[in-house]
């Protein structure tokens, strides 16, 4: 028999979170066969193991991990394109013959109490990088795309006095730029 060791919620107050309320899920499109094809959008989970300055005293505790995405870049890139393009294979995926790349950084602030005596509140500042992918539809001519990025879930914790685990789950959607919208999506 297997023993499930189980910690509890996390404690640590994370600011940064998107509302799932005030996100709107695009749906590309209906065709002549009244199917509908699904939107643009993908989930990824950023995890890393985040080591501390040297000029930081040792971790206590985690109070808060402040969390915000950049996104850096996005490019189309050509792919192979499946037998049924608007199906899903088993494991839920379309080879549409376009997928949008987005580059991205992930800017983080962590403020901790130190493993001190006098228990004084120290941050620090640290970027992870991530890339992911979004399955375009096959009759996409859009050129341009707005890469909405939500952070669902943020797990911080101690790994030893000097590391932090951390994962973080994004939300991104990429939502077509008609040539008349003067907004600017990226800098």
């Known amino acids: 028999m297997k023993v499930c060791q189980c910690f509890g919620q996390n404690v640590v107050e994370i600011i940064g979170l998107c509302d799932p309320a005030e996100v709107t899920v695009l749906v590309e499109r209906q065709d002549e066969d009244d199917c509908v094809e699904v939107g643009a959008w993908t989930q990824i989970s950023v995890p890393e193991l985040f080591r501390l300055p040297a000029d930081k005293p040792n971790i206590g505790t985690?109070?808060?991990?402040?969390?915000?995405?950049?996104?850096?870049?996005?490019?189309?890139?050509?792919?192979?394109?499946?037998?049924?393009?608007?199906?899903?294979?088993?494991?839920?995926?379309?080879?549409?013959?376009?997928?949008?790349?987005?580059e991205g950084a992930l800017r983080q602030k962590l403020v901790y109490t130190a493993a001190r005596a006098d228990q004084p509140v120290f941050t620090t500042h640290f970027d992870a990088q991530f890339s992911a992918f979004i399955v375009l539809a096959p009759h996409a001519d859009h050129k341009d795309f707005c890469v909405e990025a939500c952070i669902e879930d943020v797990f911080a914790i101690p790994f030893n006095p000097r590391e932090v685990f951390k994962n973080v789950t994004l939300f991104l959607q990429a939502k077509p730029v008609s040539d008349n919208d003067s907004r600017v999506y990226f800098e």
């Not at 192979?80 to 949008?100: A, F, S």
């Open 62 to 102: 985690i109070d808060k991990v402040f969390a915000e995405v950049k996104i850096i870049s996005t490019r189309i890139v050509n792919t192979p394109i499946g037998p049924c393009p608007t199906k899903e294979n088993i494991e839920g995926t379309r080879l549409t013959g376009k997928k949008l790349v987005v």
